[in-house]
């Protein structure tokens, strides 16, 4: 367990290390911020710093350390890696930048400090793009926890109006309205704190579980270096999105503004943005840990985890409770597999009432403002997840995108993040490099995925299995991430150049 536990050392030590070097080049000082200067009362509220730590920390985890994490421990300890660097160089950074830029431009939303920086064009493409994900969102995670509840319920023996998907669905559906439309401290600052505390509960039950119990071991990186996918998945770039939220997340970026309006002082953003997301790498690291210890391995392969996802991966959850924390782990996974869905999904409604408010410039001091924009949003979803709860509406094609589209954001909000450091006379690299390395990820992993350019470019074997053109896609990876680095390097020299004129 010696490269787990280097690995945690090593997550802890980079918040108080590059976290702080982060926190000094933004340069957080003694200004007003939004939440005191504007305070309306409703999305504009001063909160304390713990409240805004775990508050932020449910926005950005829910269950995406659990899931992404799971999935990634199909390659085998390689994973920790990803998680513990990925944290910390690129996901701390994104989730930094994303919450402080919006704290200096009154709590924007991230369509429209993406267009200050990036201009336009891109501040459009962002516009749609987020409020399209955040509805998406959602809607799926209406739709996924009413599935677990009924599931819960017929276990239980219970029978009628208790047991149907639809009875399950409008009431989550109204809980969001709730949520979506009053005070962010009304539901939002209250209930999240408990939920973000189970949530590291949940993850502390496993690793102790996992260290008392002999028949456990986590193994090395060093021993297994290479890749265990039982379907000879690539590690590159499908690990790196497949973990997803439990390393860097686009998701994070429109969640970081609801905190941004929320805090009495700048100097809060290096534990409440970066302090998050560092937590959410443990919790994720923890979870790799446990879906590479507790399954069985055959030559080489992770089938057994393969196997326990096979099943859904909230049923995986509850079988990691059970073996490592018996009736308690149970009792936990109910709680999470059920509502921190629910705690992602009504900020994500949330936070696609405020990116239209930005957008249209609608002012959401009042009722009835708030309910222009709450009641278009809540409805479209709404109309989504009863149509798919009915079988009319099937968009699990377009979720098979959202990892892709998420890292997407996350590459675009980096390089908007460079070229605001640039304009600050700052050092852009710490946001540049790691918007060079995710330009690269999203773009291999788009021409070799099924369900994008891989399944015009990829072939299949006799036995069904997927060969992938990787011959094709790492060049072009690499030279895309290229071409952007270049792209953004001539647009600091064009400026540059057009100051001195």
């Not at 304390?48 to 269950?63: D, E, M, R, S, Y």
């Not at 028949?215 to 297994?224: K, M, N, R, S, V």
């Amino acid at each position: 367990m010696i490269s787990f536990l280097l690995c945690l050392a090593i997550l802890v030590g980079g918040y108080f290390v590059y976290g702080k070097i982060v926190d000094n080049t933004f340069g957080p000082d003694d200004r007003e911020t939004p939440a005191v200067r504007i305070n309306d009362g409703v999305d504009y509220v001063v909160m304390p710093q713990w409240k805004l730590f775990l508050v932020q920390l449910l926005n950005i985890a829910g269950l995406g350390p659990i899931f992404g994490a799971m999935q990634g421990a199909l390659w085998g300890p390689v994973v920790f890696l990803w998680i513990t660097f990925g944290t910390i160089f690129a996901g701390g950074v994104h989730d930094y930048f994303s919450g402080m830029m919006s704290e200096r431009n009154d709590g924007a939303s991230i369509a429209e400090i993406t267009g200050k920086y990036l201009g336009p064009v891109m501040q459009n493409v962002m516009r749609v793009f987020s409020v399209v994900l955040l509805i998406m969102v959602g809607t799926v995670f209406a739709v996924g926890p009413a599935g677990l509840i009924v599931e819960l319920c017929s276990q239980s023996g219970v029978s009628g109006v208790m047991t149907s998907l639809l009875f399950w669905l409008v009431i989550i559906l109204t809980y969001y309205f709730i949520a979506t439309f009053i005070s962010i401290d009304a539901v939002i600052g209250k209930i999240y704190p408990v939920f973000g505390i189970c949530l590291i509960i949940m993850a502390i039950g496993v690793i102790f579980g996992i260290f008392t119990n002999p028949a456990y071991t986590i193994p090395e990186i060093w021993d297994h270096f290479g890749s265990m996918h039982p379907s000879g998945t690539p590690i590159w770039s499908f690990m790196f999105i497949t973990v997803a939220c439990g390393a860097i997340s686009g998701f994070h970026s429109t969640q970081s503004p609801l905190m941004a309006r929320c805090m009495k002082s700048e100097k809060q953003g290096h534990f409440v943005f970066y302090g998050a997301m560092v937590c959410e790498g443990v919790i994720a690291l923890i979870w790799a840990a446990a879906g590479c210890s507790l399954y069985e391995v055959t030559d080489g392969l992770n089938t057994g985890l393969a196997q326990a996802l096979a099943m859904g991966q909230s049923k995986a959850i509850y079988d990691v409770c059970s073996k490592t924390m018996g009736g308690v782990g149970i009792a936990l996974a109910m709680i999470g597999v059920v509502v921190c869905p629910i705690t992602s999904g009504d900020t994500a409604f949330r936070s696609a009432r405020l990116t239209l408010a930005d957008w249209f410039k609608i002012d959401q001091d009042s009722y009835g403002n708030r309910l222009k924009l709450c009641i278009p949003v809540l409805g479209v979803g709404a109309f989504l997840g009863i149509g798919n709860a009915l079988g009319f509406i099937n968009y699990t094609v377009i979720w098979r995108y959202f990892s892709w589209t998420n890292q997407t954001l996350a590459m675009i909000v980096l390089w908007a993040a460079s070229m605001y450091l640039f304009k600050e006379k700052k050092n852009y690299w710490i946001t540049a490099v790691p918007a060079t390395f995710m330009s690269a990820v999203s773009a291999t992993y788009f021409v070799l995925a099924p369900e994008c350019l891989g399944g015009l470019l990829n072939h299949k074997t006799a036995e069904g299995a997927i060969v992938y053109n990787t011959a094709v896609a790492y060049p072009v990876g690499i030279l895309f991430a290229i071409a952007m680095l270049a792209l953004f390097l001539y647009a600091t020299k064009k400026q540059t150049v057009k100051k001195t004129a």
